[in-house]
């Protein structure tokens, strides 16, 4: 099973502006959504074929209310996200998913008042990950994301 995460925008209520609008409302309707943190969704598909036409068929919605559309596909890795263009570029067999390592992105949760909520993101390299010092070095705060080379902002 693939999941599929998306993180709003700030100043919006994601789960709640995507319910608004008929198209979003059906393409979630099959979907079990849980909110993992603030201004966030996940859900579950069967493919990652199936989480990119998702992400496609919400396209006009994400380019407006989210800030990451995320893919997590395990037999690619239990924990680490892809980005919505590179999970799109394996699907197409573009790219192999073992050629995806090197750029990353990675968010870390921090705790205000009751509510999960997102550092702003710092990128790096496979190589460079073992010296950072993260704010957060707990792992299950950690949303690592895998990127393209042109995502990659230094």
């Known amino acids: 099973m693939t999941e599929v ?5 700030e100043h919006v209520d994601l789960f709640e502006t995507l319910m608004e609008y ?4 059906n393409a979630l309707s099959p979907y079990s959504i849980i909110i993992p ?3 966030s969704i996940d859900l579950t598909t069967i493919s990652l074929g199936a989480a990119v ?3 496609n068929d919400l396209s006009w919605y ?7 559309a995320l893919v997590l596909e395990p037999s690619i890795h239990k924990k680490e996200w892809l980005s919505r263009q590179l999970a799109t570029a394996i699907r197409n067999e573009e ?3 073992r050629n995806s390592k090197k750029f ?4 870390c949760l921090s705790r205000s008042e009751e509510t999960l909520k997102l550092t702003r993101p710092i990128f790096t390299t496979r190589e460079e990950l073992l ?3 993260l704010p957060h070095a707990d792992p299950s705060s950690q949303i690592i994301i895998r990127l393209l080379d042109s995502e990659f902002l230094i």
């Open 62 to 68: 994400l380019s407006r209310y989210v800030k990451e």
């Open 104 to 107: 990353l992105k990675i968010y």
């Open 131 to 133: 010296t950072l010092n």
């Open 95 to 97: 790219i192999r998913p």
């Open 22 to 25: 008929e198209v979003s409302r």
């Open 5 to 9: 995460r998306l993180i709003g925008t």
């Open 53 to 55: 036409s998702l992400l």
């Open 37 to 39: 943190f603030e201004n």
